[in-house]
């Protein structure tokens, strides 16, 4: 496509549900990132795929949160369980070598 | 460890006024350096990157940053102001383009 493209844009779920965040990078993307936007964190790095290799998912806050990317492709950002403290927007970024990266408008998550 | 520091978390100028707004990085290896900028309820947008050759980088809407190695910056300037800049900005450094590490991000406010 186009461009990163995220769904859903806007998701109010009750505490303790869980949520599944999506995310199409550009095609041909090898690399993927999953960030997380909230008041007073600014972006924080959650995980990255890159092409087959093994992800770095070092930045996941817990273990309620997990990612996986299908076929090199379509990314799914899920979190279990949800809390408060998970209200935030996710973005999601891809990337091809030296080209930069292009980031999705994201998902604005509302923990209630 | 790569880090960013942006100095000032706001920015206020004038129209037409130069816009100067500091980023100093700490790397142990050359980094790649990045400027976005993001526009309320909206993803980021690539402004300009620096990767290797010239160290002036000219990016869109008449930004430009310098990459000074001994200084460790990368300053974003815009010779002046107008009211569609107002905005937040953030800098961020990657090794070998993995993980971007951001800044905390500086608002910048135009006044008339």
């Known amino acids: 496509g186009a461009g990163v493209s995220q769904s859903p844009s806007n998701k109010v779920t009750e505490k303790g549900k869980d949520v599944e965040l999506r995310c199409d990078p550009i095609s041909g993307h090898t690399a993927l990132y999953w960030y997380r936007q909230s008041l007073g964190q600014g972006l924080e790095f959650l995980i990255y795929f890159q092409g087959n290799s093994a992800p770095d998912k070092s930045g996941l806050p817990s273990d309620r949160f997990s990612a996986e990317r299908t076929g090199g492709s379509v990314s799914t950002l899920t979190i279990q369980r949800t809390q408060q403290e998970d209200s935030a927007v996710y973005l999601c970024?891809?990337?091809?070598?030296?080209?930069?990266?292009?980031f999705g408008s994201g998902t604005r998550l509302t923990v209630v | 460890a790569q880090s960013v520091t942006q100095l000032g978390s706001h920015v206020s100028v004038s129209e037409g006024a130069l816009v100067l707004l500091r980023c100093n990085y700490s790397?142990?290896?050359?980094?790649?350096l990045f400027w976005y900028v993001q526009y309320p309820n909206q993803g980021l947008q690539l402004l300009l990157k620096y990767t290797t050759g010239a160290t002036l980088v000219k990016g869109i809407n008449g930004f430009e940053a310098e990459f000074k190695k001994s200084e460790t910056s990368f300053h974003l300037t815009k010779p002046s102001a107008h009211m569609s800049d107002a905005a937040e900005y953030f800098c961020a450094v990657t090794r070998g383009f993995q993980k971007l590490v951001f800044g905390t991000g500086t608002r910048l406010l135009v006044s008339p």
């Open positions: 970024a891809s990337s091809l070598d030296r080209d930069g990266y292009t």
């Open positions: 790397s142990s290896v050359p980094p790649y």
